[in-house]
Every structure is written in structure tokens, then in C-alpha cells.
């Protein structure tokens, strides 16, 4: 009994009649109902509709491109990286020499990467305590850095991260020497 139940049933096809075949083709197909009738059509209205599929189809591809250019554009990434959009941030460590020698304040340099889970708890931690936010934007030149360089004055303990590392006007002065000294 249980074979039964899982064996498919027949079913009868109903037959349409002449005049429902005709009614379902002028509903349904006006275009295919003529190709169908008129040898002239038939002959060419293949090769017609066969035009307008490949063109629609083009159509459809160049679009598609497009929306797949626009979104391939990335922006550039913030210089702020996430650690803070309202403080001016330093594109590169000659920048932020430079930027320390005009105002005066110490340059602060926080090294990260964007998949390492102690880098993102610093983020974190830094990103929602509002007094270290004030005192970032207010007190220092920022400078954060995702790639290492092989600089060994923004790693004077080490290459490990996260770090942040401080530079006054003193040490700045000293660094800018070595950066003069290497580049002769």
C-alpha cells in the first residue's frame, strides 16, 4: 500500500480543441503566431526576432558592466581608518614631521592592521572614549599606519602591533636628521 501512494499517477492531457489552440496563440503570441502562419515572416522574422534577443542581450551585458564598474569604484579609504573621522589625520610619517615642526604638538603614530583582534579592541577603545577623541583632535598631530615600514625611528622597541608611539619636537628634530643623513 505504501508502494502505491509513492508511485506517480497518470494523468490524461486534456485536448484542446482548433479554436482554443487559436485563442491561446492570439492571447499569447501575436508575434509567434504570425512567424507561424506567413512563410515571408517565417523566413525572416527569425533572423529579425534573432536581432532584437542579441541586441536586448547586449543591452543587458553593457549594463551589467556598468553597475559592475560602479561598484568595483571603492573609495579611498579615510586616512581615520575608523579610529576617529573628526581629527585630521597625517597622510604619512614625512607629513607628519613636517605638520610637528609648524604647530608645535607632539606627533602621535598609532600602528595597526585591520585584521588583528588586539588592533580593532584598541580601535575600539579608542574610537568611543570621547576624552581621548578631544585630546587627539586638540593636542596632537595623528599619523595612523597599517603598512610597516622599515623605518626603525616608528619602531624603536619593535615591529609588534598595535603600538603607539610618540614623537616630540626634539625627537622629530633628531629623526629628520637621520631621514637627511640616510637620503645623501
Known amino acids: 500500500?505504501?508502494?502505491?501512494?509513492?508511485?506517480?499517477?497518470?494523468?490524461?492531457?486534456?485536448?484542446?480543441?482548433?479554436?482554443?489552440?487559436?485563442?491561446c496563440?492570439?492571447?499569447?503570441?501575436?508575434?509567434?503566431?504570425?512567424?507561424?502562419?506567413?512563410?515571408?515572416?517565417?523566413?525572416?522574422g527569425r533572423g529579425a526576432m534573432?536581432?532584437?534577443?542579441?541586441?536586448?542581450?547586449f543591452i543587458s551585458v553593457c549594463a551589467?558592466?556598468?553597475?559592475?564598474?560602479?561598484?568595483?569604484?571603492t573609495k579611498t579609504q579615510p586616512l581615520s581608518r575608523g579610529?576617529?573621522?573628526?581629527?585630521k589625520w597625517a597622510k604619512s610619517y614625512e607629513e607628519a614631521l613636517s605638520e610637528l615642526a609648524k604647530s608645535q604638538k607632539p606627533l602621535m603614530v598609532i600602528h595597526h592592521?585591520?585584521?588583528?583582534?588586539?588592533?580593532?579592541?584598541?580601535?575600539?577603545?579608542?574610537?568611543?572614549?570621547k576624552s581621548i577623541q578631544k585630546m587627539a583632535k586638540?593636542?596632537?598631530?595623528?599619523?595612523?599606519v597599517v603598512e610597516e615600514t622599515g623605518d626603525q625611528n616608528l619602531a624603536p622597541d619593535g615591529y609588534y602591533v598595535p603600538r603607539?608611539?610618540?614623537?616630540?619636537t626634539d625627537s622629530a628634530r633628531y629623526n629628520t636628521d637621520r631621514l637627511q643623513e640616510s637620503s645623501h
Open 1 to 23: 500500500m505504501a508502494a502505491a501512494a509513492l508511485s506517480p499517477q497518470k494523468t490524461e492531457a486534456k485536448k484542446l480543441t482548433q479554436t482554443e489552440i487559436h485563442d
Open 25 to 44: 496563440r492570439r492571447l499569447f503570441s501575436p508575434v509567434a503566431m504570425s512567424i507561424h502562419t506567413n512563410p515571408t515572416v517565417h523566413r525572416y
Open 50 to 57: 534573432l536581432r532584437w534577443v542579441v541586441l536586448a542581450l
Open 64 to 73: 551589467s558592466a556598468e553597475a559592475q564598474k560602479k561598484k568595483g569604484k
Open 83 to 87: 579610529w576617529g573621522k573628526n581629527i
Open 113 to 129: 592592521l585591520d585584521n588583528c583582534p588586539h588592533s580593532e579592541a584598541l580601535k575600539e577603545a579608542f574610537v568611543a572614549d
Open 138 to 144: 586638540e593636542d596632537f598631530i595623528m599619523l595612523n
Open 164 to 168: 603607539i608611539l610618540f614623537v616630540d
